[in-house]
């Protein structure tokens, strides 16, 4: 008999980050991100907000833009470690 797992995300207010050397950055929402794909009424290039990140059933992980669920994969996050 095989389990099945499915992802959680039991925090809804950070998101954690590890980079290639393994250093560990905890980012708290609200974050900026910036939209590398067009996504509804986001578009291409823009810098918005993540109030939320969740687990989304159909996304998988989702960041909360403007009270409006996104993929996580249509941003990316230009931190430095």
């Known amino acids: 008999m095989s389990e099945t797992f499915k992802l959680r995300y039991p925090n ?8 290639q050397k393994g250093a560990l950055r905890i980012l708290y929402t ?4 910036l939209c590398i794909k067009d996504s ?11 109030e939320a990140v969740m ?4 996304f998988g992980i989702a960041y909360l833009v403007n009270g409006k669920e996104y993929p996580y994969n249509h941003f990316i ?5």
């Open 12 to 19: 809804y207010g950070c998101l954690y980050l590890v980079n």
């Open 30 to 33: 609200p974050f900026r991100v």
């Open 40 to 50: 509804g009424v986001l578009k291409k290039d823009t810098w918005v907000y993540v």
């Open 55 to 58: 687990f989304h059933t159909v």
């Open 77 to 81: 996050i230009q931190i430095n470690f």
